[in-house]
Nanobody, 115 residues
Framework: QVQLVESGGGLVQPGESLRLSCLAS????????MYWYRQAPGKEREWVAS???????AYEASVKGRFTASRDNAANTLYLQMNSLKPEDTAVYYC?????????WGQGTQVTVSS
């Protein structure tokens, strides 16, 4: 059974940084692409970043150049380094994996950017 556990969220001021983590279990982590999503209050959940099994990445336009996804396959952990944070980055951040037709989500971690 796949389990994803996010951590690292918090309250920061505009311009500051955070690093989110997502610890995966129940899978051969290194085999699969991983995804970050976020959901702001009153809005739909949206894709933020992807990282494939070889470490290739893709980003949503508003975070490109500020966020960096990475993975440590030995530690079964996905990361999202978030720099130059803006108030509009405030959301619950989720990691996600798709295996065949099944999609698994973590419980999410809250990121609040406010002065």
């Amino acid at each position: 059974q796949v389990q994803l556990v996010e951590s690292g969220g918090g309250l920061v001021q505009p311009g500051e940084s955070l690093r989110l983590s997502c610890l995966a279990s129940g899978i051969t982590f290194s085999m699969y692409p991983m995804y970050w999503y976020r959901q702001a209050p009153g809005k739909e959940r949206e894709w933020v970043a992807s990282i494939n099994a070889l470490g290739g990445t893709a980003y949503e336009a508003s975070v490109k150049g500020r966020f960096t996804a990475s993975r440590d396959n030995a530690a079964n952990t996905l990361y999202l380094q978030m720099n130059s944070l803006k108030p509009e980055d405030t959301a619950v951040y989720y990691c996600n994996i798709k295996i065949g037709g099944d999609v698994s989500w973590g419980q999410g971690t809250q990121v609040t950017v406010s002065s």
